[in-house]
């Protein structure tokens, strides 16, 4: 299953430099290239053999790990995008413990009280959350905790190396701010499967043996309704590494968001294509995972 995934992922991020309006080595060179630079460039990149035989090339060098070379530093992308690569996912994996510490508890709260103004108070956060924008929830955090407040700095990275608490306090920020919106909508997500678990025979039945509430709802209904959530975990998982574009800019942190959108100003699309196979092959290993997790919390679940 994975090898057709594999090369669909592989084939579109190829396309990108067929999929735009006239010759990509004039457009990377600028109005200033000459014929003989744009003919270089075309040579170099391998554009002017064949489709076919350039993306049989191309698929050759990538499962040895060879994304090709960036045009304008001229390093390996592969290489580029791994030292940017521990800050995008530094951010990506707080982002989610912030996003699963607020809306599990939360959503589960607002399914035992169904209908009442805990719940509706609860679910009013939970769609603002989801509704207000990154980067002014990433604004106003600065303006609160670091320029009012001056407990976290306003910007930059620092890695683990350093210390485990002066990484933490320059992400600490982004996570939150990255994080609340993924929170609204894996809380609106926890309180649907819960309610719909709540109101089925067999947690009546429980409830009528006299089991206690913290019973009921945290060993049983809540077992047989994380499934979806979990779905929306992994999901969101993957939009936070690949979407956090903004709050990287607003932080001014050198991740992977902040090295898309410099590639795609220079218009260096050798990067761009290592950005978006990488990003695509994640997203296709989480799925992976988060069907071998159903095995684990649902024995039902079984994979021939």
């Given at each position: 299953m994975l090898i057709p995934v594999f090369f669909v992922v592989a084939a579109v991020s190829f396309s990108i430099l067929h999929l735009i309006p006239g010759n990509p080595a004039a457009l990377m060179l600028g109005m200033d290239a000459t014929p003989?630079?744009?003919e270089a460039l075309t040579r170099e990149?391998?554009?002017?053999?064949?489709?076919?035989?350039?993306?049989?090339?191309?698929?050759?060098?990538?499962?040895?790990?060879?994304?090709?070379n960036s045009y304008f530093t001229n390093e390996p992308v592969l290489n580029i995008i791994l030292q940017k690569m521990p800050v995008s996912f530094s951010i990506a994996i707080l982002a989610e413990l912030v996003a699963i510490i607020l809306a599990i508890p939360l959503g589960v709260f607002s399914a035992v009280k169904h209908n009442t103004i805990y719940d509706q108070v609860l679910m009013t956060f939970a769609v603002l959350g989801i509704s207000l924008p990154g980067f002014w929830v990433a604004i106003m955090f600065i303006l609160i905790f670091s320029v009012l407040l001056r407990w976290f700095?306003?910007?930059?990275?620092?890695?683990?190396?350093?210390?485990?608490?002066?990484?933490?306090?320059?992400?600490i920020l982004p996570a939150v701010a990255l994080g609340i919106n993924h929170a609204g909508l894996i809380a609106r997500m926890t309180r649907s499967s819960m309610l719909e678990v709540l109101s089925s025979d067999f947690v009546r039945t429980l409830r009528s043996k006299g089991l206690p509430e913290s019973n009921v709802v945290f060993n049983h209904s809540l077992k047989n309704s994380i499934i979806p959530v979990v779905t929306v975990i992994g999901l969101s998982f993957a939009a936070l590494l690949g979407g956090a574009l903004i709050v990287e800019t607003v932080f001014a942190l050198p991740g992977m968001g902040r090295?898309?959108?410099?590639?795609?100003q220079r218009r260096d699309y050798p990067v761009i294509q290592g950005i978006l196979i990488i990003i695509a092959s994640i997203c296709v290993?989480?799925?992976?995972?988060?069907?071998?997790?159903?095995?684990?919390?649902d024995p039902r679940i079984k994979y021939n």
């Open positions: 003989e630079q744009i990149l391998g554009l002017d053999k064949p489709i076919l035989e350039q993306f049989v090339l191309w698929i050759k060098n990538l499962l040895k790990g060879d994304l090709g700095p306003t910007q930059g990275y620092v890695p683990m190396t350093k210390g485990f608490w002066v990484w933490l306090r320059h992400l090295l898309m959108l410099s590639s795609i290993i989480i799925n992976l995972l988060i069907d071998l997790i159903y095995v684990y919390l």
